[in-house]
């Protein structure tokens, strides 16, 4: 019996001798990188670091190095001059996937190597979540798929370019050049997000999740809900590029004003620029993402050959767990009930098989184990909400071979 709904992978603390004596001070990472390359998304695992060139004219298409102090490689790949890297590179199924201007291309060697899958126009958006794959598919709107890039579903929304995704619990967020749509079916019905004002029309550049909220980077500014898209305010007043969560913060880069970090809530930010490459005294090159290894920080910051780095512990920050759920079967119908729903203080699970054990796992909106309980022969369980955040959470419950997920909100 599998004993969680996600594989979490094995988390490695900083090592002292991978810090720098200047605290909060980014360096650049180019040894190995052509002059004239423009990175437009990075990507790290364990002590890697994947690159990719958002030009065709200056070198090949995606570079990688197996830590920070190795000189970048290039990626042998049939991506081409012409296949502009569109996309942030995600991992499904061990696998690693980019879009590009020539559809979507995989990786099963950790980077070195590309291949492309059967796509048929450009990506211009890539994600991750459960073992399934979604991809913003030019004006085609949304895709999925289900077996690492070979076949592909429509997810209901079309007529639109997607360049952001992220899924919350059974909330799917897909943001567009000049909309931020959310459905909570799957794709049979769509909602458009039409308050507050400032977020009408923007382009929605990235989407990432921290504790029980979802956060949407736009060329106005950060915006946040609670409440699994149905209401959102706007946190920080930046033309945003690049914004991920790490730990207990949010790191958000911008067109011109660095990066910014904020605190736990996701609603007071600071700036964190010392070493980033500027233009002007107080202008500074447009970060276009920000990525993540065991060790290390990485933004991709537009201009010659610029990728900077700054340890995790030099921002008091640690590895974020990574997941990848693999379950066995997941169906909707297995019989389990939870209530209240909302909850505040607890949240009751009802069970009406009990012969085998269950185990019944909290996620937060990034897939993080927040917290467990078990069952055997008993027809309920309780768990406990104390110290958890208020926002939209999902509850895995295992029992046997068979597996769901449920959503909960939860109020304080």
């Keep these: 019996m599998r004993t969680n709904i996600y594989t979490i992978a094995t988390i490695a603390l900083l090592a002292l001798t991978t810090m720098h004596t200047d605290a909060q001070t980014w360096r650049g990472k180019h040894n190995g990188l052509p002059t004239g390359l423009s990175p437009k998304s990075v990507y790290g695992e ?183 898209g149905r209401t959102w305010a706007r946190v920080l007043a930046q033309s945003i590029f690049g914004l991920t969560a790490i730990d207990t913060t949010l790191l958000a880069g911008t067109s011109g004003s660095g990066i910014y970090m904020s605190d736990a809530t996701g609603t007071n930010w600071n700036q964190i620029n010392s070493g980033l490459p500027h233009t002007g005294v107080s202008s500074y090159n447009t970060i276009n993402a920000i990525a993540y290894n065991d060790q290390l920080i990485m933004c991709a910051a537009g201009g010659d050959s610029s990728v900077y780095i700054i340890g995790l512990g030099e921002l008091g920050l640690h590895p974020t767990m990574a997941t990848t759920a693999t379950p066995n079967k997941v169906k909707d119908e297995v019989a389990a009930t939870i209530y209240p729903n909302p909850a505040k203080d607890e949240v009751t699970i009802s069970l009406n098989s009990t012969a085998e054990p269950t185990i019944i796992t909290l996620y937060d909106v990034t897939g993080h184990n927040i917290r467990s309980v078990s069952a055997h022969n008993v027809p309920s369980v309780t768990m406990s909400l104390s110290n958890i955040s208020a926002g939209v959470y999902s509850v895995g419950i295992i029992t046997g071979n068979d597996q769901t997920i449920k959503k909960l909100v939860i109020t304080k």
């Design 46 to 228: 364990g002590t890697r670091i994947l690159v990719t060139n958002s030009t065709g004219f200056s070198g090949n298409q995606v570079y990688y190095t197996p830590d920070s102090s190795t000189a970048y490689n290039y990626s042998a790949s049939t991506i081409g001059l012409y296949a502009t890297p569109e996309s942030h590179i995600v991992k499904c199924m061990n696998v690693l996937f980019i879009g590009s201007s020539g559809g979507i291309f995989k990786s099963h060697d950790n980077g070195k190597t590309w291949s492309a899958t059967p796509t048929i126009t450009a990506a211009y958006s890539i994600y991750s979540i459960h073992d399934t794959l979604y991809a913003g598919i030019s004006i085609l709107g949304l895709k999925m798929s289900v077996d690492t890039g070979n076949t592909w579903t429509d997810v209901g929304i079309s007529g639109t370019t997607v360049v952001s995704i992220f899924k919350s619990g059974l909330t799917l967020y897909a943001g567009g050049t000049s909309s931020l749509q959310y459905t909570n079916d799957g794709g049979t019905t769509w909602n458009s997000v039409t308050a507050p004002s400032s977020i009408l029309s923007a382009a929605v550049t990235d989407i990432a999740g921290l504790g029980g909220s979802v956060y949407a980077g736009t060329n106005n500014g950060v915006y946040k809900t609670s409440d699994a």
